[in-house]
């Protein structure tokens, strides 16, 4: 066994990866998949180095995905040919030239998660997670189906990931809190889809209920297999710098499944002499489900839950995050901030973000708040190069945009909205409000 699951606690014992267990039988804290040493280290730095350069960009089954690239990282004993892939992630970099110019940074990327299959990064943990359940079908392995409790993203992912290889899938749905696009997604990839009349927190009792008996697989970030694709995020930035590690990276979270993907991501790389320096790792939470935030201003000396409130950051109202201790001592080993936005932030930092040619989803408006507001304070320099994480593509949250420039979001004020000009058909009409315009936007 090359990589096998243990406890994030120190219990003793190893389990297969081809097991189904999500939680410590001794003490119930998470699992974690740790990679032997040895098997790792077989290889030098510049050796990975140049084979992950090799596979970039490749046909070559998996080595395409920007997951499986990496493949002796993540999941190294698992047969290729069980492998369920859509050749996820190899997300671009965007240099946000004119947002990073309005905060005078010159050097400022928004690594482009949600640009991928599904349209967030949970891609990235569900190939591993649906290929380690086709590897246990494979092997005779008696799963029904796989199961899920999501804020709208991840049952997106799962579903396509399913019914891509064909297994049946479960999705447990908060009723009325998830987007259109988000709730038609697993419908049109033929998941059980059960709109739930309760929050994310009370789907997420529901299903570890009915996935009790090992027959449904249950896929949330608790299953740590998810957090080995996310964690390709880390090496995947560095690789597209050179090999270089930015000086902060800025992610939104709420489970806190990704920021402790992406702290586990860079710890392997610095075990591993592919980096030496550290990025420092700032979590943006939403100020209306904030938990780790208020732990963060205590020092993290105590952790209390919180009931997430209403935000628009709709992937992110989570008030008791199942991986709290993962992402405290990820952020503790890189010298983590936590920021908080509130929704009025949230929105307008989108706006402007969208002004310079973003398309951004709430969450990742989240983060871009959170940078604004750490820029202000002097906890950012301008000089640094910094990373912010995008989570979902904007097209998913329609209503959140539409709303903001109809001005019709409750609470928020607007003030960056574009309306549509409704004009008759009349050239001297369209004429004049052209001028209206130009003489509006050239004076702000
Ligand atoms: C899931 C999700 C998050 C939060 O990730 P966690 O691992 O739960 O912290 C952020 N943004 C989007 C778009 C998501 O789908
Ligand atoms: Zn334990």
Redesign the pocket.
């Known amino acids: 066994m090359n990589a096998y699951f243990r406890c994030i606690d120190g219990c003793e014992g190893k389990f297969s990866l081809t097991d189904i267990i999500y939680k410590c039988p001794k003490c119930g804290s998470l699992l974690e998949v740790h990679h032997d040493a040895d098997y790792l280290k077989k290889k030098s730095a510049s050796e990975w180095k140049e084979t992950f350069s090799s596979r970039m960009g490749t046909t070559k089954w998996p080595f395409g995905s920007g997951v499986w690239r990496y493949k002796e990282w993540i999941n190294p004993d698992i047969d290729d040919e069980n492998i369920v892939s859509m050749y996820e992630g190899n997300s671009n970099l965007f240099w946000a030239k004119r947002f990073g110019g309005f905060l005078g940074m010159n050097d400022l990327w928004v690594k482009m998660c949600?640009n991928t299959h599904t349209g967030?990064?949970?891609d990235l943990g569900m190939t591993v997670l649906v290929s380690q359940v086709n590897d246990m079908i494979a092997r005779g392995k008696k799963i029904k189906a796989v199961a899920c409790a999501s804020?709208?993203?991840?049952s997106a992912a799962l579903s396509a990931y399913c019914a891509y290889a064909g297994i049946p899938s479960i999705v447990f749905l908060p009723a009325d809190k998830i987007t259109t696009a988000q709730l038609v997604q697993p419908i049109s990839n033929n998941s059980i889809v059960l709109s739930i009349d309760t929050d994310f927190d009370g789907c997420m009792k529901i299903v570890q209920e009915v996935t009790k008996n090992n027959e449904i697989y249950l896929a949330n970030?608790m299953n740590s297999l998810r957090i080995e694709g996310?964690k390709t995020i880390a090496p995947e930035i560095v690789q597209q710098f050179g090999w270089e590690v930015p000086d902060n990276i800025i992610?939104?979270?709420?489970?806190?499944?990704?920021?402790?993907?992406l702290a586990k991501g860079f710890s392997l790389m610095l075990d591993l002499g592919i980096i030496t320096k550290k990025p420092r790792i700032i979590l943006a939470q939403a100020r209306n489900a904030n938990p780790l935030y208020r732990s963060y201003l205590k020092n993290y000396e105590s952790f209390e839950p919180v009931k997430a409130e209403k935000t628009l950051?709709s992937?992110?109202q989570?008030g008791d995050?199942v991986?709290v201790k993962k992402?405290i001592k990820g952020l503790k080993d890189f010298n983590g901030i936590v920021e908080d936005a509130s929704e009025d932030e949230l929105a307008d930092a989108a706006a402007v973000a969208d002004k310079t040619g973003m398309y951004t989803?709430p969450?990742?408006a989240v983060a871009l708040a959170a940078l604004i507001k750490l820029v202000d304070k002097g906890e950012i320099k301008k000089d640094s190069r910094t990373v912010v994480v995008s989570?979902?593509h904007g097209l998913?949250f329609s209503e959140f945009k539409v709303g903001y420039h109809e001005s019709s979001l409750k609470g928020i004020e607007s003030k960056h909205a574009n309306k549509p000009l409704r004009l008759a058909a009349d050239v001297a009409k369209v004429t004049e409000a052209l001028e209206k315009e130009f003489a509006a936007r050239t004076s702000k």
């Open positions: 949600g967030s990064f949970k804020t709208g993203d991840t970030s996310q992610i939104p979270g709420g489970n806190l499944g990704n920021v402790s993907a950051a992937a992110i989570i995050p991986s992402a989803c969450h990742t989570t979902a998913k």
